[in-house]
C-alpha cells in the first residue's frame, strides 16, 4: 500500500489551489497574527472539511484541536499529529508572560488530553511525547529524511581548512554564540558556514561582535536544495543545542541530513542524542564554548575519524533512518483506520 492507494488533499497556506508535486493543495488563508489564525483558521477548516466530506483527516497544528473535535463529531475520523511536546514548548515561548507559563502549560496539557480523548489516532515524534498518550492509539513516527535509495554519500575533499557547517534558526537557545566563541578557540584553521534567520538584530550584532565571528561565513535564509549543496560540501556538521527540555528528547532533522551526506558531527551530550548518534558524533557541553573548540580540534587533527564517523551515520540513514521505512507505519495506520 502507497499513498498513491488514497485521495489526497492538503489544506495549508498556499496562494491558491492547485496541484503542486502531483499532491492538490487547498487554499487556507493567509491569516495574520495568533488569534486571527486560531479563529479564523479554524472556521476556514471547519468550512472546508464540510464540503469536502473526508474519511479521515490527519492535522498537525494544535490550534486546531478544538475544531477537529467538532470534525469528529459529524463522523470523520481524525489523526493528531505531534510534532512537539507543546506545553513544554509554552514554558519558553517569550511572548506569553513568566508568571502565566506554567499555569499556562498546565492547563494545555488537560485541554490537549481531553481533545486527543475524542481522536481515531495520536501520531507523535518522539518516544518521549509518546508517553502522555493512550498506548493503544499512539504511534511514533520518527521525523527522519526522505533519501534517494540509491544515494552514495558525498566525498572528502582533501583542503588546509576545516569546514563547518551549521544550518537552522540562528537563535539563543540553538547555541549559536557559544559555538562562535568557540571558533575564537580553536588551534586549527577552520570556517563555518551559517545558514538561517536570526531570531533578532540584537542577538545577530552580539554574535558578530564575538571574536570568532571572523571565521563565519553567513549565508541567510536558503532553500533546501541550496542548503544541501552546501552540506556536501562540508567537512562537519554542528547542532549544539542547548539543553531546554523540549530538545533533549527530540530528533534534530538536521542531523540526519548531515548523515545522508556521510557528514561527522558535533552535537550537543544530551542522553537521548549519544543514544540515537552514537558513533557518529561528537558529543559536547553545549553551553562550554571550550569543549567545542576542543571537538573541533580533535577532528581536524584526525581525517580518518571524520571519515569513519561520516561512514557510520550514512549507513544509519540507509539501512533504518530514513522516510522510506518510517512512512511504512504511517500507512498500516490508515490501512487499519480505512479497511
Known amino acids: 500500500m502507497s499513498t498513491e492507494d488514497y485521495d489526497l488533499k492538503l489544506l495549508l497556506q498556499v496562494e491558491k489551489d492547485g496541484m503542486l508535486d502531483g499532491l492538490d493543495h487547498i487554499k487556507l ?18 468550512s472546508k472539511v464540510r464540503k469536502l466530506k473526508p474519511a479521515l483527516i ?18 470523520v475520523k481524525v489523526v493528531y499529529d505531534v510534532h512537539e511536546d507543546l506545553p513544554k514548548q509554552l514554558l519558553y515561548k517569550k511572548w506569553i508572560p513568566k508568571i502565566v507559563r506554567y499555569p499556562l502549560s498546565g492547563l494545555v496539557r488537560i485541554l490537549e488530553a481531553f481533545c486527543s480523548s475524542f481522536f481515531q489516532a495520536i501520531v507523535v515524534a ?40 551549521y544550518a537552522g534558526g540562528l537563535t539563543k537557545v540553538r547555541g549559536i554564540a557559544e559555538l562562535i566563541e568557540a571558533l575564537g578557540q580553536v588551534k586549527s584553521e577552520v570556517r563555518l558556514t551559517l545558514i538561517g ?44 543545542l542547548k539543553p531546554i527540555r523540549n530538545y533533549l528528547t527530540s530528533l534534530p532533522v538536521k542531523a540526519f541530513e548531515y548523515m545522508l551526506q556521510g557528514k561527522p558531527m558535533i552535537l550537543s551530550n544530551f542522553d537521548y542524542w549519544q543514544h540515537m548518534f552514537w558513533g557518529t558524533a561528537h558529543f559536547v557541553d ?34 533504518e533512518y530514513n522516510w522510506e521505512v518510517e512512512s511504512q507505519k504511517l500507512l498500516d495506520l490508515y490501512k487499519r483506520l480505512l479497511p
Open 29 to 46: 488563508g493567509p491569516f495574520s497574527g495568533r488569534l486571527n489564525r486560531f479563529v479564523k483558521g479554524s472556521w476556514e477548516v471547519w
Open 58 to 75: 490527519h492535522f498537525h497544528d494544535p490550534e486546531l484541536m478544538f475544531v477537529a473535535v467538532c470534525i469528529r463529531l459529524l463522523g
Open 126 to 165: 518522539t518516544e518521549d511525547i509518546a508517553q502522555k498518550f493512550p498506548e493503544s492509539k499512539t504511534v511514533v513516527l520518527r521525523n527522519f529524511p526522505l533519501i534517494d535509495l540509491e544515494l552514495e554519500p558525498s566525498k572528502h575533499l582533501p583542503r588546509e581548512e576545516l569546514n563547518l557547517i
Open 197 to 240: 534567520k536570526w531570531s533578532s538584530e540584537e542577538y545577530r550584532l552580539h554574535c558578530e561582535s564575538l571574536v570568532g565571528y571572523s571565521k563565519v561565513d553567513y549565508l541567510g535564509f536558503m532553500t533546501m536544495k541550496e542548503v544541501y549543496e552546501h552540506i556536501a560540501n562540508a567537512d562537519v556538521g554542528i547542532g549544539t
Open 286 to 319: 553545549p553551553n562550554r564554548p571550550e569543549e567545542i573548540a576542543h571537538a573541533i580540534d580533535a577532528l581536524a587533527s584526525d581525517p580518518e575519524k571524520r571519515r569513519s564517523m561520516g561512514e557510520v551515520g550514512f549507513a544509519k540513514v540507509r539501512d
